[in-house]
């Protein structure tokens, strides 16, 4: 039997107890820290179960939920890389060829800076890697491995996947299951390098094929939530509303990623919340038309940005939490943006926001522009853990944009600011869910059928809110 583990290194901050942003207090660094939603990346459970049983034992560390043991002796290691955890990648690459282990690089940033990684591994892995790594297993076995396996873009059929290796989650990263079900997404934004990794295409997997990982995620937690990792969910309405059935059927709470457009429609809002979907984080990324425009392909963002309070507002009233994701630091920010965000947020009681700083990584129009621009400040993949401003900003100068940042975060992660979102977002949710069992019981419900309902669901939202409680995401 060969040995092969499966690694996924911290990233650059909390890696070695540093910070995700040099200048901020040990205090803000630790609520951000606290706030960030971990999961593992699904992408080396899909790997994992590409290995024959009989041919391989696996050991899949995530260094968010566990540590390395160093003493470890494995044949191949194949290590993720995305641009913030690449130098300790590298770092483990190295220690790991000392014990003689055929080191693989994968992932996005191997992808996108393939001669940099190419210098630090036996083989690398450019792509999605459902075919190359089967070819790559048996080259293994042959002996005539490969120092390159490249996929063309949008080429795997993402239908035949198998069920990702769920089995291998450690015990403290059940709570959350990361399952995709498609890949790929329209909107095409500067910042965002998944047309590089992707293609242009949208690729789904079949709904029983989701349906049977959703059941094989149930089998190693029954209370787990699942945690949609596609770019965006809602791509297609039709099927969308297929992927809720299936969530009604299994009663499972989850979350997902979708664009502002999710909150137009209230019946498909009400149905997604009666089928357990309780938060989406939407990329509003800024408030400012001028930073929106030309952000993305269509202008999609551009277009609804002055939809964006009543589309928030609809997706909450209907019970669901929006994560806001903004981004500062974008070529149409002037120095009044944080105020402009701090107040968006406030005035919709926005239930969570995630604020990142404008961070061109590789393999995005983004960075070919800044690039040129010469307004890249530093190369240290260290420093892109996008909570750290490495560009020279266009309107604002560089200090004004790192204390805007800061005096923004230390709003939205004010206790009593926090506090306040969640208990608003608690009665929305508690109306909503008082609204769908009067979908449910409608004028057929007997008073004690009703009664017995509402004691339940009742029951669930207490139990929902001691989770959040403690929940690392909120
Ligand atoms: S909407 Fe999100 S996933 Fe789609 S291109 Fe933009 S950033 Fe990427």
Redesign the pocket.
């Known amino acids: 039997m060969k040995r092969i583990l499966f690694l996924v290194p911290k990233v650059a901050g909390p890696a070695g107890g540093g910070k995700w942003n040099s200048q901020w207090t040990h205090t803000l660094n630790e609520i951000v820290q606290s706030s960030i939603w971990k999961v593992i990346t699904p992408g080396v459970l899909t790997l994992a179960a590409l290995c024959d049983p009989d041919k391989y034992l696996i050991d899949l560390i995530d260094e968010e939920f566990g540590e390395v043991d160093q003493t470890m002796e494995y044949d191949i290691v194949a290590i993720y890389t995305v641009t913030p955890n690449v130098k300790r990648a590298y770092m483990w690459a190295a220690h790991f060829r000392l014990t003689r282990a055929h080191v693989v690089l994968g992932g996005v940033h191997a992808s996108m800076c393939p001669d940099e990684a190419s210098r630090f591994a036996d083989t690398l892995f450019v792509g999605e890697a459902e075919i190359t790594w089967p070819e790559f297993l048996l080259d293994y076995e042959r002996g005539t491995v490969k120092a390159t396996y490249v996929q063309a873009l949008g080429q795997v059929d993402i239908q035949s996947s198998p069920i990702p290796a769920f089995n291998l989650l450690p015990s403290n990263g059940k709570r959350i299951i990361p399952i995709q079900t498609a890949r790929g997404?329209?909107?095409?934004?500067r910042?965002?390098?998944?047309?590089s990794l992707y293609g242009r295409s949208y690729r789904a997997k079949s709904l029983n094929q989701v349906y049977a990982e959703l059941e094989a995620a149930r089998k190693i937690n029954p209370r787990a939530t699942i945690y949609f990792t596609d770019?965006?969910l809602f791509c297609d309405k039709q099927r969308s509303t297929k992927l809720f059935e299936i969530m009604e059927r299994l009663k499972m709470n989850w979350y997902a990623?979708s664009?502002i457009s999710f909150g137009e429609d209230e019946r498909f809002i009400a149905h997604a919340f009666r089928s357990g979907c309780r938060q989406v984080l939407i990329?509003l990324?800024s408030l400012n038309r001028g930073s929106l425009e030309e952000?993305?392909?269509h202008n999609?963002?551009a277009n609804y940005v002055d939809k964006y309070k009543m589309m928030v507002e609809n997706i909450q009233r209907g019970g669901i939490g929006v994560i806001g994701s903004f981004i500062v630091g974008l070529d149409g920010d002037d120095a009044g943006i944080f105020e402009r965000i701090s107040n968006f947020i406030e005035d919709v009681g926005l239930l969570g926001a995630s604020v990142t700083v404008n961070t061109p990584y590789p393999g995005t129009l983004n960075y070919e522009q800044l690039h040129a621009e010469n307004r890249i400040r530093t190369y240290d993949w260290n420093s892109y853990t996008i909570f750290e401003a490495v560009i020279e900003p266009a309107t604002m100068n560089y200090r004004q944009l790192n204390e805007g940042y800061i005096r923004l975060l230390n709003m939205i992660y004010d206790q009593h600011n926090i506090m306040n979102r969640r208990s608003k977002q608690f009665e929305r949710m508690k109306a909503a869910f008082l609204r769908a069992l009067n979908t449910q019981t409608g004028s057929h419900g007997s008073q004690s059928n009703s009664n017995e309902v509402y004691h339940e669901k009742v029951q669930d939202l207490v139990s929902i809110r001691i989770q959040r409680q403690d929940d690392s995401e909120l």
């Open positions: 997404c329209p909107h095409g934004c910042f965002c390098n998944l047309r770019d965006n990623h664009d990329g990324e952000l993305d392909e999609f963002k």
